[in-house]
């Protein structure tokens, strides 16, 4: 199996671009912060204080989180229910990102089901600590980011297509906000892992390099194993 870990700041298009790759590539597409999501969202539905860790470890055992994978990507199921939607909402984003996603247990109970994943499929996988903790055997580790500006408008530009109403300026203070919550995380970047900043680069020019990166990484795998 072929594994490509992604890691990187909030809003660097991690999700899309590790999608678009995955298709391009044959690949399975792994979305981590999905997972995390479905968690977060539990947790608001069922009155659970999010900002109590203990409350939210005792709630772990009933989350029935689970993936699936068809012609139109992957689907989050919470309990059998599509939730793909519902976990991208800024309420449940900012849920998850100030509170559920740092707490060590969240984690913990997280890492054998995304490791499972990548041992039955060629995976891209984008998330939190992938490349250093989740998948530290991948054979392409990439650190994607953009400077919090270009992140904040593609973010303003994703709700506002979504539906909700967006401004600019609050959207850049909350990745700002992100940026410094996630401090600890975005330190860990991979050592061994590929710096790829997108700002001012397209969408289509992103995953190409990515693509590109991934299948010199396949063809170097190959020819050692002759």
Do not use: C
């Amino acid at each position: 199996m072929f594994a490509i870990a992604i890691d990187g700041p909030a809003g660097a298009g991690k999700s899309s671009v590790a999608k678009a790759a995955a298709k391009e590539l044959g690949f399975t597409y792994v979305d981590t912060g999905a997972i995390y999501r479905t968690i977060a969202l539990y947790m608001l539905e069922n009155g659970v204080d999010i900002e109590d860790p203990a409350a939210v470890t005792k709630a772990l055992p009933g989350v029935e989180v689970s993936l699936e994978y068809g012609e139109s990507g992957q689907r989050t199921l919470l309990g059998g229910r599509d939730v793909s939607g519902e976990i991208r909402t800024q309420k449940v984003s900012m849920a998850t990102s100030k509170w559920v996603a740092h707490i060590p247990e969240v984690r913990a109970f997280l890492v054998e089901v995304q490791r499972e994943l990548a041992k039955k499929h060629n995976v891209v996988m984008d998330g939190r600590d992938i490349g250093t903790v989740i998948l530290p055997g991948a054979q392409l580790k990439v650190f994607l980011t953009a400077s919090a500006e270009e992140r904040a408008r593609r973010r303003t530009l994703q709700l506002e297509e979504a539906g909700e109403q967006a401004d600019f300026r609050e959207v850049l203070r909350e990745v700002v906000q992100r940026d410094r919550q996630d401090s600890a995380q975005l330190d860990l970047r991979p050592e061994d892992g590929v710096i790829l900043d997108t700002t001012g680069l397209s969408f289509r020019q992103v995953v190409q390099e990515l693509t590109s990166m991934a299948r010199g990484r396949m063809e170097n795998k190959a020819g050692g194993s002759e």
